[in-house]
């Protein structure tokens, strides 16, 4: 066994690499969400709508893109694309709209049923 620290703590223990196993989760009961991750440039943004687990970082890793948002669009660029169909699917599989997601979203389905 490991020399315990005067706090009576095993040096070997690190809390923040080792986590019990009941606050890992199921893979299966992981929450998704529909949500956006930034890219462009220093004071241009552009943003891409993606399904994530809910865990991963802005920009990390993704399951799914559906679409994009540029909210600095000028003359004939589209402000907003996004692939409905999918975002139906994953919201019927449980996944959850972050807030600005949901308004895009309003956005998007509004415009197609005026189309």
Known sequence: ??????SG???LYNCRLTLP???LG???TTMVKIRLTRGG?????FYHIIVTDSRSARDGRNIERVGYYNPVATGGEKR????VARVQHW???GAQLSDK??????QVAKAATAA
Request: avoid cysteine; glycine fraction near 6%; hydrophobic fraction near 30%.
């Open 91 to 93: 919201i019927g599989q």
């Open 26 to 28: 199921n893979t299966e």
């Open 41 to 45: 440039a220093k004071k241009r943004p």
């Open 9 to 11: 703590r095993n040096p």
């Open 21 to 23: 196993f009941r606050q």
């Open 101 to 106: 997601v949901a308004d895009l979203y309003k």
């Open 1 to 6: 066994m490991g020399r315990l620290y005067p």
């Open 80 to 83: 907003v694309e996004m692939d």
